[in-house]
């Protein structure tokens, strides 16, 4: 008899490790992919950011990944000449989701965090070395060609598979699912190091876009002494061969001497911008490098793979739970504007810092100047992620729609704690202190105020303030923190509810 799973994950990643932990949570029976039998020891992705550890806090696995971290320092820009031009940096605290709104990491440890939790699912089977040769699909379900480290295949099937698979997916490319080129290609030499008390004392302590003509490099303050450089490879220069150390020292030499750090790893890459022009097909759905690809220039990669498991599994449980399965079909169309839109702004930054005729630097430099008034601007991290802009989100045009709704510090019976762990997961719909009477809501109040048992006293001000500044007094978050809707009155809420019943469960209650 064929093994059969509700879902099936190919690629245990970062992403997939997600997926797989976020459908174990939800209950599905889930078998999970990997042709490699370890997790990669080499550092690969570095950042990560507060909306992504809130997710992760949901998944009850924050703590083990937060000592494996440290904040992301501001990021200065230093154009022609060596003058500053531009420093992107945090929104300052209190932090709107709880957490530090952008953080550094070490990807080893992080994902064996990731993996662990995961195989740990009820009702998740992991299986490493395994590979996917082939994959074919019907209405009603997908079936699936599996070779094991001994050369042995099987079948299986599953309702659903979700394919992490990587930048060159097997599944993407059996399926003829095509990617669009957003029109970025520049050679990078990717340098992880282990610096040295020696070196660390050369280094500058923020992290630095030296937007030099001759040469641009990226330089990254990761976790302890971890610290990255990115350096655009020049016309001529044979990728594998930079790669040697004694060339990466060479390119290094302005920092570091010979003893003042390890090399870790060099890599070349090609840095890319694709995006999937079809999320679904059938049963199957792509997410993380499978189904875009972006420059490195904010930290982001990691991010929106992540982002995509997390809007696909609460779709895929509200659908098997009865939820009109046209949810399904938003997955794509959020994700990927979303996608689209950072990697739009992302090539922007990364044009300016790849700018290689000095001339047209020194325009860059002096217009990014003039955009601060005299001085270089300062511009948030927060602010070049975008919102949703399309998908399952209310009617309108409000400003509120698909942003991040906040995560403030509430008092909790065991003292103050991060707001999700009070109300957990799903949807909620949150009230301002001035809002009208409504059942199945939690109501936020300010420090000082009286206790009652459908409220949550907030320390900081964060939801306050947030609700002041969106002129409304209810919000209706989904179960990926994204604000479906909000309303300034009873019919409003009201009006919210209706329309996400419609669509979840014609009897569903939203509480």
């Keep these: 008899m064929t093994e059969h799973y509700q879902a099936l994950v190919i690629g245990f990643g970062p992403t997939g490790a997600v997926a797989t932990a976020l459908l174990g949570q939800a209950g599905f029976q889930t078998l999970t992919l ?15 950011d507060h909306e992504i550890m809130r997710l992760l806090d949901g998944l009850g696995v924050a703590e083990k990944v937060l000592p494996h971290t440290a904040p992301f320092p501001a990021s200065e820009h230093f154009g022609a000449q060596g003058q500053l031009i531009r420093r992107i940096d945090m929104v300052p605290e209190p932090y709107p989701m709880g957490f530090t709104p952008t953080m550094v990491f070490t990807q080893p440890p992080v994902e064996a965090v990731l993996r662990a939790h995961a195989a740990a699912m009820p009702g998740v089977t992991v299986e490493l070395g395994t590979e996917l040769i082939g994959i074919r699909q019907d209405a009603g379900s997908v079936t699936l060609t599996l070779r094991d480290a001994a050369g042995h295949t099987r079948e299986v099937t599953a309702e659903t598979v979700i394919a992490c698979d ?5 599944v993407r490319q059996a399926l003829g699912m095509a990617l669009e080129d957003l029109v970025f290609d520049e050679p990078w030499l990717v340098v992880d190091l282990r610096v040295a008390p020696s070196g660390l004392a050369k280094l500058p302590v923020n992290a630095a876009q030296f937007c030099d003509p001759a040469r641009p490099i990226t330089y990254i303050v990761g976790p302890g002494n971890h610290r990255r450089f990115e350096i655009m490879l020049l016309p001529g220069e044979d990728p594998k061969a930079m790669q040697a150390e004694p060339q990466v020292m060479r390119l290094l030499s302005r920092w570091l001497a010979p003893g003042d750090a390890e090399l870790w790893r060099a890599a070349s890459y090609r840095f890319h911008a694709l995006v999937a022009r079809d999320w679904r097909q ?9 189904a875009h690809q972006q420059p490195p220039f904010i930290g982001q990669g990691m991010c ?52 290689r005729d000095p001339e047209a630097a020194r325009a860059r430099d002096a217009a990014l100047i003039a955009q601060g008034g005299g001085k270089a601007p300062v511009v948030t991290r927060q602010e070049i992620v975008p919102p949703l802009e399309c998908g399952f989100l209310a009617a309108g045009d409000h400003p509120a729609r698909g942003t991040l709704f906040p995560q403030p510090w509430v008092q909790a019976p065991s003292g103050w704690a991060r707001m999700d762990r009070v109300t957990g997961g799903g949807w909620r719909l949150f009230l301002s202190p001035g809002a009208p009477e409504t059942q199945g809501a939690w109501r936020l109040l300010p420090t000082g105020s009286t206790p009652r048992p459908d409220a949550m006293i907030e320390r900081d001000g964060v939801a306050a303030a947030w609700f002041a500044r969106q002129g409304a007094c209810a919000a209706l978050v989904r179960p990926d923190n994204y604000v479906f809707g909000v309303a300034r009155d009873a019919a409003g809420i009201a009006a919210l509810r209706a329309h996400v019943a419609a669509i979840l469960h014609p009897q569903k209650e939203i509480a």
């Design 34 to 48: 990997d042709r490699a039998t370890e997790v990669y020891d080499k550092p690969r992705a570095i950042a990560i």
């Design 282 to 290: 059938g049963r199957v759905f792509l997410a993380g490098d499978a």
């Design 304 to 355: 929106q793979g992540l982002r995509d498991a997390a809007s696909l599994v609460w779709k895929l449980a509200a659908v098997r739970d009865g939820a009109a399965p046209t949810l399904l079909d938003s997955y794509g169309e959020e994700r990927g504007r979303h996608v689209r839109t950072l990697t739009t702004r992302i090539k922007a930054i990364g044009r300016q810092i790849c700018e």
């Design 166 to 170: 990587g930048a060159s997916s097997f």
